[in-house]
């Protein structure tokens, strides 16, 4: 068996290398023995996506039950995110005509690249269903390491329907994702160090090794999209930027990462230099309390060169990068100084190491049990990642955005005394599986388009907020039928009319979102890609959606503010991926969150962040390279308790709570005319578009006054 296992493997290394399709016979012929070459032109599918259509054979795993395997030249190029939905449909398209129960689909380009993708319909008892599938992929590149797929594909046993499932399990490689990153993470606790303000806060360190994984793994992401120089995460390329990155000093961390995180990301491209070198009266340097310029230039052979290196990185704003020392105060969290003191330890050892034995019993609570560790640069490296989330019927097999929630959602429980003790020994468990977010999602938004929809007599009802007393005796029973149709993931046809339509778009745009335990993000993320998929269905050209944004900045009294705000949506709609401008105003309008741990907050936050970077339009000859610089959600994603009824020390239980014209509970009614709340929005929208950081600053106080008045 180990001999089958290893020249699979060798097969689909020389597959990356030299691609070919026809060398998948041989393949397929050493995973199974029910693998028969049936080599059929498939030219009947060919149209203008795909060429050289070709049927390569079939697994037979019963009289009943086979398995088509098929192989497509795409006619262009192929990447992570390109072609993805008509590949989907094209597979679909065959196992319906060939009445297959599954079907192993290769689309490749002439450069080589491929996504190795397995679809099947969804059974209802012992009936396939025609109209709802599944789809598991790989997308293998020479650019790649490819480990994921040379080492779960190329060790699979293709011997039964089950098993070839199991090949191409997600499931499998979050949770060989989890357990390096929480020896790591454990690892890095035990030999980092973080400034005073840090550490003595309850769980400081915990929580700041955190936070270092979360911004790296948001680099990451970002590296694969070509928006970091790979360079900056390899060992041999630091050895020449650097004068020395020996095992035990903080270099990297130091010279690469605080530089990167603090003077590049958060500070726009023109403003990027290193920290001043004079010294006034008193050795006063006019750079103090500046989180926004290069430092440790004494740690570099050549510092000239870091502007070319970091130079030309987008400037994303956001407040992940944002630097947490208050200098001026005297506080240090992130210890982005000059001053020894003040400064964190993160040895280079816990980034360039290679496998090595640790001691994390006491971490795990187990007894003489030997662990094995690497540095996270060769952890990030060895698996595939792809910026686009998996949803339960269409998932690749790298690691998605989603999957931040599964980790740091038990690294969180880690130090959680109620939890601590089993989370240690998770791999999993404290993280809602995407199915019941998925469903709770959809109930939701259901019940909420049930009560709301109504005929033509009714809309005037519905724009006072009364909600409809039956609305099924009004549609007919066909409502839950329609309003199910617009969750259906097998077929793309809106059913609603044109006004139906229209009233569905405001809906969306009325919905408010809060989770009250927000945790990584799970459901509001759910919420959001749901949002966007009915939007993209009952409103696929964005007319709807921009037409409702415009309408929304023509109440802004101030004349310049208004058309400043209506060119800026023109922007979005015509400059970006028609998602980019469904996410952001839905972010913008409709959800919110809060969660009593900061760093959970934090990681909420990353998730809308990379959810809008995948659908930016990179453009390298425009500034910052096209990409918006990321909104502020300071009070879309708030720290609190939502238990208690209290902000910035305003109990709001002390005789605030009172029920306005309609019986509904508020928090507080507005004044008269409603200036009040107007205001609030407004300026909490100007917040959330504010990239400057002294505006950022001012913004922020006032919308937190108006919070409490």
């Not at 090794?209 to 970091?228: A, D, H, P, Y």
């Amino acid at each position: 068996m180990p001999e089958e296992r290893n020249s699979g493997r060798e097969i689909l290394d020389d597959i990356i290398k030299n691609f070919s399709p026809d060398k998948f016979t041989r393949f397929f012929r050493e995973k199974s023995r029910s693998f028969t070459l049936r080599q059929e032109a498939f030219t009947l599918y060919n149209d203008e996506y795909f060429s050289d259509g070709v049927k390569l054979g079939e697994i037979k795993f019963s009289e009943s039950e086979k398995l088509v395997v098929c192989a497509f030249k795409a006619n262009r190029p192929l990447s992570e995110r390109s072609g993805k939905k008509a590949q989907y449909d094209k597979g679909k398209e065959i196992l319906k005509d060939t009445q297959s129960d599954a079907g192993i689909f290769i689309f490749y380009d002439k450069d080589g690249n491929f996504r190795f993708s397995l679809i099947y319909p969804k059974a209802i008892g012992n009936r396939r269903q025609w109209s709802n599938f599944r789809r598991f992929t790989y997308f293998v590149s020479r650019e790649f390491t490819n480990k994921t797929f040379l080492q779960r594909i190329g060790a699979s046993d293709f011997s039964s329907f089950q098993k070839i499932k199991d090949a191409f399990s997600v499931e499998k490689v979050t949770k060989e994702f989890y357990e390096d990153i929480a020896n790591w993470y454990f690892w890095a606790v035990q030999h980092s160090t973080f400034p005073k303000d840090a550490e003595e806060e309850e769980n400081g360190r915990n929580i700041a090794v955190i936070r270092l994984i979360t911004r790296m793994i948001f680099i990451w992401f970002m590296r694969e999209q070509g928006l970091v120089p790979k360079n900056l995460f390899e060992e041999k390329s630091i050895s020449e930027m650097l004068k020395e990155i020996s095992s035990e000093s903080s270099t990297y961390y130091q010279a690469i990462l605080q530089n990167l995180f603090f003077a590049t990301l958060s500070t726009k491209k023109d403003d990027r230099k290193f920290r001043s070198e004079i010294r006034g009266y008193k050795g006063y340097n006019p750079d103090f309390g500046n989180q926004n310029v290069f430092r440790f230039q004494e740690l570099f052979k050549n510092p000239e060169n870091l502007k070319d290196d970091f130079g030309e990185i987008p400037f994303l704003n956001g407040g992940l990068f944002e630097c947490l020392d208050d200098k001026p105060n005297g506080i240090y969290i992130d210890g982005f100084t000059s001053v020894k003191k003040n400064q964190p330890t993160v040895p280079n050892i816990l980034f360039f190491s290679g496998e090595q034995k640790a001691d994390l019993n006491t971490a795990y609570g187990t007894k003489s049990k030997t662990y094995k560790v690497r540095g996270l640069l060769d952890i990030l490296s060895s698996f595939n990642f792809t910026i686009d989330e998996n949803s339960p019927d269409d998932s690749d097999i790298a690691l998605d955005p989603e999957l931040l929630g599964r980790v740091f959602e038990n690294l969180l429980a880690s130090f959680n005394p109620e939890t601590s003790t089993t989370a240690r020994k998770a791999t999993g468990s404290y993280y809602t599986p995407r199915e019941i977010v998925d469903y709770m999602v959809a109930e939701s938004l259901k019940a909420y388009f049930k009560t709301h929809l109504s005929p033509r007599e009714m809309t005037q009802s519905i724009s006072r907020g009364e909600a409809i007393s039956d609305p099924v005796s009004l549609y007919g029973t066909s409502l839950d039928k329609k309003i199910d149709s617009l969750f259906s993931t097998g077929s793309e046809e809106n059913i609603f009319n044109k006004s139906e339509s229209k009233k569905i778009v405001e809906l969306i745009e009325s919905v408010r979102i809060v989770d009250p335990a927000v945790g990584s993000g799970a459901f509001p993320m759910g919420a959001l890609n749901k949002l966007v998929f009915i939007l993209n269905k009952v409103d696929p050209a964005n007319e709807l959606w921009k037409q409702a944004q415009i309408s929304a900045a023509d109440t802004i009294p101030d004349p310049c503010i208004k058309q400043d705000t209506k060119n800026r949506i023109e922007e979005f709609f015509k400059g970006k991926n028609a998602d980019y401008g469904r996410k952001l105003y839905l972010i913008q309008k409709c959800i919110y969150g809060v969660d009593i741990q900061q760093i959970a907050v934090e990681i909420a936050k990353l998730r809308f962040f990379i959810s809008l970077l995948v659908d930016e339009k990179l453009d390298k000859t425009k500034e910052n390279w096209g990409i918006e610089p990321l909104p502020n959600l300071d009070f879309k994603i708030m720290q609190g308790n939502s238990l208690i009824s209290e902000f910035l020390g305003i109990d709001f239980d002390n005789g605030q709570e009172k029920k306005d014209a309609q019986g509904q509970v508020r928090l507080w009614l507005e004044n008269e005319d409603g200036s009040l709340i107007k205001e609030f929005e407004r300026k909490k929208i100007d917040y959330q578009n504010e990239s400057d950081k002294d505006k950022k600053a001012k913004l922020k106080n006032e919308v937190e006054d108006l919070m409490i008045k």
